[in-house]
């Protein structure tokens, strides 16, 4: 009986730690706001934009020890690229205090794949993308990577404690690499792990190394339960937001940061005409717009403030 027991309780120990193993390599799985730290140091430092820094194309961004709470030099937006110039890239921005939205990219593609990763100001660039085809294997890509910002999350090979090992097995619910196509290629990656805090994030050719996205928000899905096709969104917008389609059946619109914050809320009287939002004071960046109908429909979309 107390062997038995021992058994179940060396069995119990052994799923624990496999199981705390696997969380611990934070994965990325879901479109949202995101830490992207190194893996496998003594104390992992994290990807940093860094005002202070700056080569001449924009901050550079660094590798830094964690900084305590949601800091937005380190808070990231991984989303599916708003016109991407090949299937399943992804773009990557940040929200900064006093310049707005800013896109993770490279500066300059010509040393390719040995680049240096930097912020520009505003949005991704967008790029010619048909996706009108219902089939989408069928959509037309541009292959226009001159924005230098189209990234692709990856699988790295890893080991029982998640460390890179070529021997390995790919982890099977999400993505623990990254590499950047540009005009150049799409073999950069995530390749230079850091000697020291304050060391500029770098991509080679060289091995994939692992590299952790700790989910600090999921972003919001678009939710429509008014009925299909029922609002035309302008996306994205300056000064104004315009919302066409069954305004007569909404009673509350909203504006969130991708943080959930509310910075905008409006009343709706019923009415059948086009309905307007003053954004000008708003800064550049991603929103998530939502509305609430009559009879409690609801209504969600993201939104980008030039």
Known sequence: MKKQLLKLTLLALVVFFSASTLQAQALYTVEGTYKISTSGLT?????????????GNGPFVVWKKEIEGDHES??????????????????????VDGIGMVTLCTADDSTHPAIT???????????????????????????????????Q?????????????????????????????????????????PAAEGDLVQFDGAGIDVIQYHLVEEAVASVNTFGLNAFTVSNPVN????????????????????L???VLSKRIDNTNKDI???????????????????????????????
């Open 117 to 151: 990763l930097t912020v520009k100001p505003g949005a991704p660039k967008s790029v010619a993308f048909d996706n009108s085809d219902p089939d989408p294997d069928l959509w037309i890509y541009s292959q226009d990577f001159s924005g230098l910002d189209q990234f």
């Open 239 to 258: 000064n104004q937001l315009t919302i066409k389609g069954a305004t007569n059946k909404v009673q509350e619109i909203s504006l969130y940061s991708v």
């Open 276 to 306: 307007t939002l003053n954004v000008n004071s708003l800064s550049t960046g991603l929103y998530i717009l939502k509305m609430v109908g009559l009879n409690g429909e609801k209504f969600s979309k993201k939104i980008i403030k030039q």
């Open 260 to 262: 959930g914050n509310q």
């Open 74 to 95: 380190q808070l990231f937006n991984i989303l599916n690229h708003r016109t991407p110039a090949d299937p399943g890239l992804v773009e990557i921005t940040a929200n």
């Open 43 to 55: 104390e992992n430092l994290y990807m940093t934009i860094d005002l202070t820094n700056n080569g």
């Open 153 to 193: 999350r990856r699988k790295a090979k890893v080991n029982a404690e998640g460390l890179a090992d070529a021997t390995g097995s790919n982890p099977s619910a999400g993505n623990n690499a990254l590499f950047i196509k540009n005009t150049q290629g799409g073999n950069s990656r995530y390749g230079v792990i």
